[in-house]
């Protein structure tokens, strides 16, 4: 598990190390030489090397000076240039022209706006150069807390970052600019800072969490899932949740669906279909809301929105299953919408919730799409609603009412295909009706989404790839748990 920490609370985290007795120059020095010890490792060795590094007048700029220290003590070619009191701009081309490596410790997480002048300059001709870049804890120009980068920011290989990793790393365009990731200990303890934490799960921590079969089991008695969707040209998004869940360990899947007609096209495989009340068009009627409220007696969770539409007869059926619905609740799709302009139903909820909105859906359900800060946005929705978000995009956020989240790394833009939202709904459903809470829900199913597309082969990948992958991934999971 690694934290991910706010500048803010990073620096608090720091005065809190510094409280304990640790200086401000030992803090400097371990950042430094951890960022040498990188730098040495992308050069592959000390002899006959060249590194180039751009410092700036903060603490940036300080574990610069360090590690250039350290590297001319290895052996290595170690040129250094400050941007303060002006930066010679012939001799830095110069020496980018024949060095093997650019350290770019310029500015940390504490930027704010664009780069300009002859910051602007050596991030320019770092992208010229062609040499590799290694960024000190922030590839500058990326903004710590959003990601978000305004006009020219430099474009690392590599960013070393001490102690947790940093919003600005893994939103936005900070997340392509940051280039590979490494977290080094400097002595700093995340957990000293302020605020619920933000993390981010690895192979082990799912592991660890994923549910485990008891011996005897029957198909009831392992997760039994409700699913309420579909419409005329819809009824595929009920299929693709119902095959998540059902890979994703749930023992009994029931597909309910308006009209008896819907049935006959859902009907087949695993997935059982049952016809709920429907209008004259196929769509779903508020009737329906009695008789699935009826059926849950047998069911541990419900899924409710995939390709339901939005006819209003439609939409009183999903507020009143959302208000009254005892079991823990996947809402997605058409139920967000049904949503949209009153939260009601979700604060008259007992059970768990789990909202899983695109930016959309999000801005219908908040009143206001997430903003340049996602993970402050979807926080305050997971409060205004009392339900866990889990907020799509490149990268996923999950986000508890009171303030805890997990950023999900795993997926990319090979998921960006119709379809694959409901194979994750069906999947956080699964271990909602396996009996995980909905926090860890929804971050698991996120993190299985996206390796079940690794291994799916992201070439062309379609939603219908991820269900049958997603057993191989349990399988390296279980192997990680046991070691067998």
Known sequence: MEFVL????????????????????????RAG??????????????YGRRAVIVTGKGNNGGDGLVAARVLAADGIRAEVFPLDPGLDRAALEASLSRSHVAVDAMFGTGLRGALDGDAA??????????????????????????????????????????????????????????GSIRVVPIGVDPTAAPGAPAYVLDAAD????????????????????????????????????????LRAGAGMVVVGVPGEEAT??????????????????GRLDEPAAKEVLAALERFTALAVGPGLGTDERTVAAVRRVVAEAPVPLVVDADGLNALAGDLAPLRERTAETVLTPHDGEFARLAGAPPGPDRLAGVRALAV?????????????????PDGRAVVNLNG????????TGDVLTGVIAALLAQGLPALEAAALAAWLHGRAADHAGHAGLVAGDLPPALPAVLAALEAERTGV
């Open 264 to 281: 006959r096209r859902v009907a087949g495989g695993e997935a059982v279909a049952r016809a709920l009340a429907a209008t004259q068009d």
């Open 206 to 245: 799912v592991a660890a969490l994923l549910p485990e079969r008891p011996f005897e089991s029957h198909k009831w008695s392992v997760g039994s899932l409700l699913v309420v969707g579909g419409s005329p040209g819809m009824l595929g998004a009920t299929n693709l949740v119902a095959m998540g869940a």
């Open 384 to 400: 205004q609603t009392g339900a866990v978000v889990l907020l799509k995009g490149s990268t996923t956020l999950v986000a508890h």
């Open 412 to 419: 990319g833009p090979w998921l960006a295909t119709a379809g």
């Open 121 to 178: 300059w050596a991030a320019a001709a770092f992208d010229a150069a062609g040499v590799p870049v290694v960024a000190c804890d922030i590839p500058s120009g990326v903004d710590g807390v959003t990601g978000a980068i305004s006009g020219v920011a430099v474009r690392a290989d590599l960013t070393v970052t001490f102690a947790a990793l940093k919003p600005g790393l893994v939103l936005g365009g900070g997340r392509e600019h940051a």
């Open 33 to 46: 030489r951890a960022l040498a010890r990188s730098v040495r490792d992308v050069l592959g060795g000390t």
């Open 6 to 29: 706010t500048p803010e609370q990073m620096g608090a985290a720091d005065r809190a190390a510094v409280q304990a007795g640790t200086t401000v120059e030992q803090l400097m020095e």
